[in-house]
């Protein structure tokens, strides 16, 4: 059984998490270094110093936790892993390099490969989010702290969801049909997760899609402000699979339980 102090060790990133936030938008405004991965996808300077940033401190908080980044393959391959943290230093690269604000910062804390706590940074939308355990789902934003789980549940009938695009297939239709979604709005990166947890948005669907990287440090938040994630039949997603993709997913906030 693995004893750490959760809460101590979240406590401990944030100001990591913002400091690696600032110097994301520094970095972009000098002007980034770019280059496509072997999977085709883009990666800067800025997602690399942002990875050392995060994975040094976590190492140094919680060396007996072994770390899975997007931007490294050290630990990809163990799939024997049931404690770990999942990293991805910028979600949304797109957006990031081409000067858009919707990218994000991730870390994810997973134990017995369920995600227990979540720290996910907006820095050009000033956002900074985190969560330790179930009931402790915050937003630091304005020099003020909100406590997720505290904000008043407002039912609605028309229920606004979050699409990754604007073509929606007709495996979602159908989800969206059943629930009662009447207005769809695109948004890319785990800020997604954060905007659900808070109630400017109801939820979102996808496909199979993308890697546990992307949804792990969202996952934890929405769950512990009162949320759910599940995959399109119900079933709880768990982490450390042998490929780390994802499989479908519904994420719904604590207004349509």
């Excluded at 490969?113 to 937003?139: C, D, H, Q, T, W």
């Excluded at 905007?195 to 400017?200: D, N």
């Excluded at 982490?239 to 499989?247: I, S, T, V």
Aim: net charge positive.
């Amino acid at each position: 059984m693995i004893e750490i102090n959760i809460k101590e060790i979240v406590e401990s990133l944030i100001d990591t998490f913002l400091d690696a936030g600032k110097i994301s938008l520094e970095l972009r405004k000098k002007g980034l270094i770019k280059k496509i991965k072997s999977d085709n996808t883009p990666v800067s300077n800025g997602d690399l110093e942002v990875n050392r940033i995060i994975t040094q401190k976590i190492s140094i908080l919680n060396p007996s936790i072994p770390i899975i980044s997007e931007e490294t393959s050290e630990n990809r391959f163990n799939n024997d892993l049931n404690n770990f943290w999942l990293i991805d230093p910028i979600d949304g690269t797109y957006d990031y390099i081409n000067n858009l604000e919707e990218f994000t910062i991730n870390a994810g804390l997973i134990i017995n490969n369920k995600p227990v706590a979540g720290l996910i940074n907006a820095p050009a939308k000033k956002r900074m989010f985190y969560s330790y355990e179930k009931g402790n789902a915050y937003e630091f934003s304005n020099g003020k702290t909100k406590n997720l789980n505290k904000i008043p549940s407002k039912k609605s009938r028309n229920l606004k969801f979050i699409s990754y695009s604007n073509k929606i297939k007709p495996e979602i239709q159908k989800i969206y049909d059943d629930l009662g979604v009447k207005e769809n709005v695109r948004m890319k990166s785990s800020l997604k997760f954060c905007v659900v947890a808070t109630g400017e948005y109801d939820g979102y669907v996808a496909e199979p899609r993308a890697y546990e990287w992307d949804i792990a440090a969202g996952h934890a938040i929405l769950e512990n402000s009162g949320g759910t994630v599940t995959d399109f039949k119900g079933n709880e997603i768990l982490y450390g699979k042998k490929d780390l993709k994802n499989p479908s997913i519904i994420l719904k906030n604590k207004n349509i339980l």
